[in-house]
């Protein structure tokens, strides 16, 4: 029984004749900043649904800190300390940035509320580059600034996992710079942080470790630069010719 | 339990002083305006009852009638074994039951099925009671004798609407109005941020349920001779939607703005033209679906954002012009 | 035996209606809440057909066919192709075409109630027996089981044997993808709501042959429909078929051997079961 923050076994997920998952299993760290990449339609934010809820395996264990969430409904696993962001971000229209915050820890396992919440969310905005914006109405901000909002509200339920869902992606450069840092920040802290990633600089300046992808299976699993290096890698990403 | 804020306590204010307006109707008159606050005051507690739940998630639920039904016939059967408020209490624990089965049930169901769903559980829900009814007593109905007046039962309905506004506001300050409120914005999001969302629904629509039963209750002892056909009668669930969404569902008190004048305009038709009642039915639907689809309340409100852009806009060529 | 031939002798009826229902649904995704209405005005023209001018109400389907053609396209087009178009999503549309479509339901119904008044009517049209082993039946009854078989019969060949009427399956399946094969998909969601009628209307009209009607009880045959329709799998026209001799066979059965005064009881209660546990229906695919 290992005692990784995150350990995955044999996950499996078929939609039909699909296999979308095929047999994976990794282990994060606690503490760790670990990377989940591969080619587009290689299974990553599928198994990101899996550890967080969305979607049930079809066969296989995720467990966390060596209690098993998998099976688990996503409200359960949420309130057992894993908070994510989402690929296409979704922040709350209707709610302002504070409220938006507020909701990571209004339900989490904290079940912060009133005061106590609006002060974490106060704190929690200025951390990621938002403050003095608390009543602002998000659907009037910017991407970058409504993706701050959504890592602020995972940040609000004081989660065990961390899932970053591509939370870099359409970013200018100098926009960039900023989000590697917040990430960096935070990974400072001591959080275990599970990042799906297609920014290859953010990967390699971000994470300890890493696995790799393709078409469902895991091909690759180390260290950053052993596993760019892998020629399975490269194929997969490139195609034979430059293996 | 966080401060009520300056707007907050303005509205309780508004509201309480509304409450003792309201209950100085029979002080001014105990004939045809009582007995048409009677009519405007139950519709006010059941479209505020069903709006609770049916705002917040956007499904029209037509089993109104089944939870109004089932409060009546509580008092019917109990009015001569136990004491009136008990039955209340009966009343609005069928109705919790009910709806806790029927939300337990209907979560996966979405749209047009949750529509149908509760409208045929209303109708079987009448079938069943008259077959019952038909086996079991002597005959369909049963006889409702107290010493209630119209104006006991005006203010009982007024103490209800009361209650059931007091409990919106609360739920609405509360961890589950703020969960339907993620809700409504995005389900997912409200899932991985611990959200139970079948749970809060289920909540809700109990409380919803309880609430209209009770009001079922209260409005026996008018009906003297409860029958299954008047008791569950259909246009129950269709005029509670109706003057609901006319209204407007997005702020709890919308509904009365289309409670009152639709209960006046129906009453009106069904005393001069019985016969044209489906047809301002059918009009209402088309007026809600063409022309109000917020309702008056959001039509309200589209006005004043739109006035408030244009003084804005106003302001800043006026700035312009002076630079 | 007796029971179970009534039944089916039924179902016949129910299956016209039905199969109006899931075109309305299945291909222009319009929950018609009003389908009942088109089938008592179809009672009703029957009836003034033959009461009237002595045309028997099996060529009368030659006038109320088209008619309700007709009537459809036009509420099709006029009243709820402009919820179609403004609909963000299919939940926008859905929601609003139950509004609009209970306001048709109310409008249709209280315009008849003005017109023909409350009280049942019916008339005797070939109300002979006829034997079918051993037992004898309303010849009416056989007549308008064998017309529905016919029409459905004209209706399957239609959808699986014609061009068009593949467009109509196509759209059905998937409107997206229609359009991009060149299928006026709009066009084609107007014919199936118009052909979902008329074919309610016949329905309408050969039920109102053995069948006692009134102005008010459209909201019934509705709900029977959208149980066959749900029970069956939308859009599925052997599963609308199956699903209605399966409702006729139980409501017979209820009838007979129970209670009369539960068959209602009966058929919303299959209902509430077939929502609960197999919502997709029979035949249906299995919807997100």
Redesign the interface.
Known sequence: MSTAALSVSNACKQFGGLVAVNDVSFEVGEGELFGLIGPNGSGKTTMLNLI???LQPTGGEIRLSGERISGL???HI??KGV??T?QLV?V????DAE?NV???A????RRL???EARQLARALLDRVGLGGRAHMPVAAMTYIDQKRVELA?ALA?DPRVLLLDEWLAGLNPSELQTGIGLIEDVGREGRTIIMVEHVMDAIRSLCDRCVVMNSGRKIAEGGVSEVLADPDVVRAYLGDDDA | MSRLSQDELRALGLGAALVVLAALLPLLDQGFYLSMGVNIMLYAALCTAWTLFSGPTHYISLATAAFYGLGTYSVGLGIDILPYPILLGIAALVGAALAGLVGAATLRISGVYFVIFTFGLAELVRQLVTWTQTKFATAIGLYVFTDFTEVHIYLMLLALTALVFLTGFLINRSRLGFAMRIIGNDETVARHAGIDTARSKIVLFMVSGAFIAIAGAITAPRYTYIEPPSAFNPMISFLVVIMALLGGTKRLWGPLVGVIPFTIVMDIISARFPNHTSIVVGLAFFAIVYLLPDGVTGRLEQLRAWLRTRRAAGHVAAVEKQA | MNILITGILLSGTYALVALGLTLQYGVARIMNLGNGETLVAACFVAFWLYTAFAINPILGLLIIAPGAFLLNWAIYALALQPLVKRAKNRGQLESDSILATFGLLFLLQGLMLLGFGGEYRSYTFLSQPFEIFGNSYGLNRVVAFAAAVIIAGALWFFLYRTRQGTAVRAVAVDPVSANLVAIDVARTAAFAFALGGALTACGGALLSTFYTFNASMGVIFTMKALIIVIMGGVGDVRGAVLAALILGISETLVASLIDPGLTLAATYGLFILVLLFRPQGIFGRATA
């Open positions: 967080s809820g969305a409904a996503a409200h949420a309130r908070a994510r989402f979704r709350l229209p209707s709610l409220e507020m909701t990571g209004v339900f989490g396992h509320w009133g005061e509200r339920s």
